[in-house]
């Protein structure tokens, strides 16, 4: 039902009553024009007093919907009613900087001294966006959790009880051997024991690490990553070396806002995680370099060795999840490269099509205060 107002309605008293209400107001006549707004509307999308009159309502519609938006209104105009917009789905308004915000828009269709308009009520809910964003991520957080805590029982009850029955047995084995004078079966269950030992260590210091990655503050550093790379470089010349690997690196980034020692962290695991699955491959190489696009600054370790298949990719950050099991390592440091990443605001994914090798990527996102260059 079409909203009569008499002619005789006062326009100083209607704008005293849209500029009383806390939301953006809009009236559009039947041609899209603005011909009345309030200070809020003004406000929401950085315009100056009185700019917007007498503009299309386009004006504020993203680029991506302006083509389609005059339909819409000739649509509403045929079947007017009382309309909530933007609720359940994302809609967007575009500021005069060209940014976007999230908007929720009511629309209600009125006649005034016997001419068509259309009246909107625009919200920005920007904040209410952010703060369902945080919830979902706090939810996803707990989620991924109870997974890991799942995961833990099940290694606590099965990886790290092998090395203890192995120990057991092992003791068992060196009172025999002791009592028997058989000293040569003495140092072989010794040696099987210091394994298991080492074994049982490793795990433990790995779940230690991972525990650590969540909580601890980060320490932010404006850090140049060739540093890093360089360190860790020198830190593995041994094994670099030993199994005949060329090692390269470029682009990367020179000055990123983070945590030093955490992606240090980062970067060793990946290419520790390098040496170790792409070693048996002829001429093994690990190139580590930098790239950006427009939200973020990306790093990738990339190697020549098998590759991962599709179907491991996504799981292959996982607690405890292993590809290989004849490789060294407890399957805890890629978990670890994705919670640090995490707290940093950012991610890390894996590209490989075998036998192609594999680039495993992190990325740093843009903006929230922090800084990045780059070198070319």
């Not at 706090?138 to 009850?157: G, P």
């Not at 179907?311 to 290989?324: S, T, V």
């Not at 099991?325 to 490989?352: A, F, P």
Request: glycine fraction near 6%.
């Amino acid at each position: 039902m079409d909203m009569q107002i008499p002619s005789l309605f006062n326009e100083t008293l209607l704008r005293t009553i849209i500029e009383s209400v806390p939301n953006g107001i809009l009236l559009v006549d039947s041609q899209g024009k603005i011909t009345l707004c309030n200070t809020e509307i003004e406000k929401m999308f950085g315009y100056a007093p009185a700019e917007l009159l007498g503009k299309t309502v386009e004006v504020l519609v993203p680029i991506s919907a302006r083509s389609k938006h005059p339909a819409y209104r000739t649509d509403f105009s045929s079947h007017p009613s009382k309309r909530q917009m933007g609720a359940g789905r994302d809609l967007s308004g575009v500021r005069k900087d060209g940014s976007e915000i999230p908007v929720e828009i009511g629309l209600n269709y009125l006649i005034l001294d016997q001419r068509k308009y259309f009246l909107a009520s625009v919200v920005d809910i920007t904040q209410r966006k952010m703060a369902e964003e945080k919830l979902h991520k706090a939810y996803d957080e707990v989620r991924q959790k109870n997974i890991e805590m799942e995961q833990f029982v099940y290694t606590v009850s099965h990886d790290l009880k092998t090395p203890l029955v192995t120990s057991s047995s092992f003791i068992s084995f060196l009172k025999e051997d002791l009592e028997e004078k058989n000293y040569d079966s003495v140092f072989d269950s010794m040696d099987r024991l210091e394994k298991a030992h080492h074994r049982m260590q490793e795990l433990i210091e790995d779940l230690l690490q991972l525990s650590r990655a969540g909580t601890l503050e980060l320490k932010y550093e404006y850090t140049d990553i060739s540093d890093i790379v360089t360190s860790i470089q020198e830190s593995l010349a041994d094994i670099i070396k030993e199994k005949n690997f060329k090692f390269s690196f470029h682009d990367l980034p020179k000055k990123v806002l983070c945590d030093r020692r955490r992606i240090y962290q980062v970067l060793e695991n990946l290419i520790n995680n390098a040496l170790k699955y792409a070693a048996d491959v002829k001429n093994p190489q690990i190139e580590v370099f930098g790239q950006e696009t427009e939200k973020e600054i990306q790093i990738c370790v990339k190697d020549h060795g098998p590759g991962v298949d599709p179907i491991y990719q996504k799981k292959i950050f996982g607690l405890f999840q292993r590809l290989d099991n004849s490789k060294e390592g407890t399957g805890v440091g890629l978990t670890i490269v994705s919670r640090i990443m995490q707290i940093h605001d950012g991610r890390c994914w894996i590209q490989s099509q075998p036998p192609d090798g594999c680039e495993f990527w992190i990325a740093f996102p843009k903006g929230k205060g922090k800084v990045y260059e780059t070198t070319h």
